[in-house]
């Protein structure tokens, strides 16, 4: 147990904090100001005490000097970390060997003439600073003085400032800012909802909505041509750093629109963030590729543009190899890493690893040598097939080149992933680079092979392009998607569509996604009377917020740019929820928790 120090508290009585601790410069010198805030540290220094005050904003050094004030001095010496103190002082120039140039404020310090403690603090688990190793679960455990670290401070006033640059620009645009429900109909969108139990209609229940994708097209049914809202979206899905159950999107919405309007508004959107908060202008249009074209190239509908990495398809070369493996695949794939051969053989059995993450069964692998290729596949390969692989990949002596051969999906997702990995270890990512690019031209559908049915690969109200409409019952494999998702270094930051605003079209989409009429009506009878009243043209685009701000700050997860967020098993650490509740608020809710074995 620690041993608590006697110390008297004071009340502010009057006290009002005149400046921040990083605002005083050299021109306050000589002004009598009044700081608020907490001890970072003190340090002793015979006759005087040095304390660093720190709030939000920063660190102010105060000194408590006997020729100022005697008994402050003396006071001074039961301060501790934490403890919260109110000071009032004069600003004076630091001695020249004393200047700070890391501290806004070095230059400058504020000699105490009176102050006062207004709590104090118990020694924190772990050191309120950046540089302190602190486990993510203790963090969490006591996020409220994690928070104070100048690291997780800036992180949520940059979010703060994004907020509010968002709002702005689109405030300027004509948008309308308008709430909608938390409670709500579950709707199948893909993943599982949050449910909650009704009291007032036991056997009932609402869903957190997994966006608010609904209400927002009934807003522009409504006739709100332009709306907005910083919203809480709530998934129940398996975690990771960039997920989390409840999470935030920049929800967007407009009428009378088609794909250029809203890409050219989210542009506009993102440029203006990044100029506010980060001081950056970013290049105007960004680059486009195609669902297809990135899938061929990267492998992932997701690229990182940033490095020069690609996949070649090698299929036709090998198709006839002597590497049964290659002989019977649908698809080979190949990915040269230049210079690469310097990879040890405990690399690339950590690689095997990595691509097995992704469905992979194994790594082929071959090293470019002077006078031979090194690899266990080299013999199944005829010196033609050699000369085409060399041809199409450019092969050059130091060069490694990995191949996936089989499944399409895994082929491409493994090696996009793979592609990723080196390009890390080989620090082939440039530093301080933001590469945007739009991924169009998706697919509407996708086959769910457990289900043996089409399912969206967006959301069901994505409308399919013009053109494909007369594909859409009989090769609805072959329909394009209205839809546009944009990355940001290997990130989705915000996808969106042109939606579906006829009711033939709604139908005729369920009815290719085996939701049959009874099933329509009871899911979504409402947006279908809804689409009978003359409905306008409309589409939109969300971003994720969380993740737009965890690239803007460089942080590593969600986790560091959320105040108080749940692990990875969707806990709090901080309140321990999810918690049991008590069997009258069950009894009420007419339900009854079923023990598990």
């Not at 050094?61 to 004069?90: M, T, W, Y």
């Not at 839809?483 to 940001?488: E, G, K, S």
Request: hydrophobic letters at 40%.
């Amino acid at each position: 147990m620690e041993t608590q120090r006697k110390v008297i508290l004071d009340e502010l009585n009057g006290w009002k904090r005149t400046h921040h601790c990083a605002e005083l410069t050299l021109q306050n010198d000589g002004q009598e100001v009044c700081l608020m805030g907490w001890v970072q540290f003190r340090r002793d220094h015979g006759g005087l005490i040095f304390i660093d005050l720190r709030d939000r904003e920063g660190l102010t050094q105060v000194v408590f000097a006997p020729e100022v004030n005697k008994d402050a001095l003396e006071k001074a010496h039961i301060l501790r970390s934490e403890d919260v103190i109110a000071i009032k002082g004069l600003v004076r120039p630091r001695p020249k060997d004393m200047i700070n140039p890391k501290l806004k404020t070095g230059e400058i310090e504020v000699v105490v003439k009176d102050f006062k403690i207004l709590n104090n603090s118990k020694t924190p688990p772990f050191l309120i600073e950046d540089r302190a190793e602190v486990s993510e679960n203790l963090r969490l455990k006591y996020r409220y003085l994690d928070l104070r670290r100048p690291y997780m401070t800036k992180n949520i006033i940059t979010r703060s400032k994004a907020a509010q640059s968002v709002r702005s620009y689109l405030n300027e645009c004509g948008f309308l800012e308008i709430e909608t429900p938390i409670l709500t109909k579950s709707t199948p969108e893909g993943a599982r909802d949050f449910l909650v139990p009704s009291r007032l209609n036991q056997g009932s229940f609402y869903a957190l909505p997994q966006s608010p994708q609904l209400f927002k097209q009934l807003l522009m049914f409504s006739g709100f041509d332009k709306y907005y809202q910083i919203v809480k979206c709530f998934r129940d899905e398996d975690l990771r750093a960039d997920r989390q159950p409840e999470f935030t999107q920049i929800d967007i919405e407009m009428s009378f629109v088609e794909e250029e309007d809203v890409i050219q508004m989210a542009e506009g959107l993102i440029a203006k963030l990044f100029k506010d908060i980060l001081n950056i202008e970013v290049n105007l249009p960004f680059p486009r590729l195609s669902y297809a074209q990135a899938i061929e190239e990267y492998g992932l509908d997701k690229p990182d543009i940033r490095f020069d990495l690609k996949l070649k398809d090698i299929t036709h070369i090998v198709q006839n190899s002597e590497f049964r493996l290659f002989k019977q695949a649908s698809l080979v794939k190949a990915l040269k890493l230049p210079q690469g051969a310097k990879l040890s053989r405990k690399e690339i059995d950590d690689l095997t690893e990595l691509v097995k993450i992704y469905g992979a069964g194994g790594l082929a692998w071959i090293k470019i040598k002077d006078n031979e290729w090194q690899s266990p596949i080299a013999k199944f390969l005829s010196e033609e097939e050699k000369q085409g692989i060399t041809n199409a990949l450019d092969l050059k002596v130091g060069d490694i080149v990995f191949f996936q051969a089989g499944n399409p999906e895994i082929v491409n997702t493994a090696l996009g992933y793979l592609r990723i990995k080196l390009a890390e270890m080989f620090n082939l990512i440039p530093k301080d680079t933001y590469a945007f690019t739009w991924v169009v031209d998706f697919p509407l559908l996708e086959w769910d092979e457990e289900e043996k049915r089409w399912v969206a690969r967006h959301h069901p109200f994505t409308a399919p392009k013009p053109e494909h409409l007369a594909l859409l019952e009989k090769e609805p494999e072959k329909v394009l998607a209205r839809a546009y998702d944009l990355v940001l270094n290997g990130h989705e930051i915000g996808g969106g569509s042109i939606r579906i605003h006829t009711q033939d079209l709604q139908n005729k989409m369920f009815k290719v996604l085996g939701i049959d009429s009874q099933e329509a009506e009871e899911k979504f009878g409402f947006l279908l009377e809804a689409l009978k009243y003359g409905t306008p043209p409309h589409g939109g685009i969300a971003f994720g917020f969380d993740r737009i701000i965890m690239l803007m700050t460089k942080a590593k997860s969600i986790r560091d740019v959320i105040a108080f967020p749940k692990t990875q098993k969707a806990t709090c650490l901080l309140t321990e929820a999810p918690s049991k509740v008590s069997s009258r608020q069950l009894r009420e809710l007419g339900l009854k928790v079923k023990e598990k074995k």
